[in-house]
């Protein structure tokens, strides 16, 4: 089965209960062992990067978590409690942010990401997806997703904690929402003391992958598996379909600035809304490679990264593109913008820096 581990975009094999069993053992090594202790944390597979204040957290391979103080020139190991690919990052403020990657794994960090505390692994979030099912049939199916409710979950849990995340929607110190594979998706709203399953609130009965999300004022954007895409504009309590924009699976979602969505990925598909996602103009952003992650900056200006290592910029909310000089030698899976406004790329060999002064030319 192809999913998205290193990414947004690298494929590979994939591999509750009340949070205080995850400090239980668990059996499985990955999940009861620290993360290695890494030798150069700026130089390993890095999958997102994130701000936290004027910090920069990153995360990748084997619990690797690094964080960054002086915009991206020297790296740090936070102290992690799992041995597993962490796929996913975001914070609210400076101080309070989640990580997520694979075996059902959410990390939750008070102090900036210098350290991190599991919340959940995937043998809880099994458990939860299998009560709510539970709560769906009971309820006579008026869940989108109740009517195969039980079979998927009785799935889950005979696969075990084979499920990764790929994407976390942070809305308030106390309000997030974690997305992955098989429309997996989880949410708390007391800052991750409980999480409940939150995937049949997803109209996808087929469950596809969840691979982003964001937000646009009051609605909630959802880019999915063979180009599907799901709205909320009632805080997160509906997901209805959107007219499809892609043919193939996207990987990233933005807001464009100007009341429009961008959706991108595989092989450089990307699709422009100005009306919720009801129609889409196809857009060229210049590349044929996996369009990883797209992203707003505070200028106005709209980021989008690709597996090719090249860097590309719209300054008219997505319309139109063109290529940042000074492409990073990797692939390229996300990229956050630092204090000083570099812009800082996580993927293959790391994180590599591309100066500011290249993002008005």
Known sequence: MVLKIFLRVLFSI??????????ASTGIRNLDTPAIKLKAPGKI???????????LVAVGEHGGIVYSDDNGTSWTQAKVPVDVTMTCVAFVDAQHGWA???????????????????????????????????LATADDGQSPGAPLAMRRAQFFVAAGPDKPFFSI??????????????????????????????????????SHNLYDAATDGNSIFIAA?????????????????????????LFAVSPTGDG???????A???????????????????????????????????????????????????HSFTQLPDAPPM????????????????GSGGVSIIPAKFLNN
């Open 169 to 206: 929607l942070a809305i308030s110190p106390q309000d997030a929402m974690v997305f992955g594979a098989y429309r997996m998706v989880m949410r708390t709203q007391d800052g991750g003391k409980t999480w409940q399953d939150w995937s049949l609130h997803i109209d996808d009965r087929l």
């Open 100 to 134: 997520a990657g694979h075996y059902g794994v959410i990390l939750h960090t008070n102090d900036g990401g210098v350290t991190w505390q599991e919340q959940l692994n995937g043998l809880q979030a099994n458990q939860l997806t299998m009560d709510a099912a539970k």
């Open 331 to 346: 692939s390229v899976y996300d990229i956050a913008q630092a204090a000083d406004d570099d812009l800082v790329a996580a």
């Open 260 to 266: 429009g969505i961008f959706v991108c990925g595989v």
């Open 14 to 23: 994939l591999l509750a209960a009340p949070p205080v069993l995850a400090l």
């Open 225 to 249: 598996e063979t180009g599907l895409t799901f709205v909320s504009t009632d805080g997160g309590a509906t997901f209805p379909e959107t007219t499809q924009p892609a043919d193939a699976s």
């Open 45 to 55: 597979v890095l999958i997102a990067i994130t701000r936290a204040g004027n910090r």
């Open 268 to 318: 450089g598909r990307a699709a422009l809304s100005d009306d919720g996602g009801q129609d889409w103009t196809k857009i060229s952003v210049g590349s044929s490679s996996n369009l990883t992650s797209a992203h707003l900056l505070p200028s106005g200006a709209l980021v989008v990264t690709a597996e090719s290592g090249r860097v590309f910029i719209s300054h008219d909310h997505g």
